[in-house]
Nanobody, 122 residues
Framework: QVQLVESGGGLVQPGGSLRLSCAAS????????VGWFRQAPGKEREGVSCINSDDTYYATSVKGRFTISRDHHKNTVDLQMNSLKPEDTAVYYC?????????????????WGQGTQVTVSA
C-alpha cells in the first residue's frame, strides 16, 4: 500500500526558507514519480515540482527558488523552498504517479499525502 507522509511546514517570514519532506513507502523509487502540489484558499490546486529518475521539473512561479530532491535509499522527496513570498502560502501536498509534466506537475497522480501548511507572513 502506497503511503506518503509530509512534514516540515510552518510559518516563515517573507524571504525566508523552509524544507518540506515526503516520506514514501509501498513502492520502489523507480516505479513512480513523486512531486509536490499546493492549494491556497479559494484557488485551484497547482503543481509545484516533480522529480523522476532523470530530471526535475518546476512550475514557472517557483523556478529558481525551489529545489526538489530525492533520496532513493530512504525513499524520501524533499522540497527546499527559498526566497519565500506571501503568495507561496498554501497547503502543500506530496503526490505520486506515473510521470512528470514539463511544468512541474505529477501527471495522473493517484496517491496523495495528507498535506502540510506553509504560511509566509510578516
Amino acid at each position: 500500500q502506497v503511503q506518503l507522509v509530509e512534514s516540515g511546514g510552518g510559518l516563515v517570514q517573507p524571504g525566508g526558507s523552509l524544507r518540506l519532506s515526503c516520506a514514501a513507502s509501498g513502492f520502489t523509487p523507480d516505479s513512480l514519480v513523486v512531486g509536490w502540489f499546493r492549494q491556497a484558499p479559494g484557488k485551484e490546486r497547482e503543481g509545484v515540482s516533480c522529480i523522476n529518475s532523470d530530471d526535475t521539473y518546476y512550475a514557472t512561479s517557483v523556478k529558481g527558488r525551489f529545489t526538489i530532491s530525492r533520496d532513493h535509499h530512504k525513499n524520501t522527496v524533499d522540497l527546499q523552498m527559498n526566497s519565500l513570498k506571501p503568495e507561496d502560502t498554501a497547503v502543500y501536498y506530496c503526490a505520486a504517479g506515473p510521470q512528470c509534466t514539463f511544468w512541474g506537475r505529477v501527471y495522473g497522480a493517484n496517491h496523495w499525502g495528507q498535506g502540510t501548511q506553509v504560511t509566509v507572513s510578516a
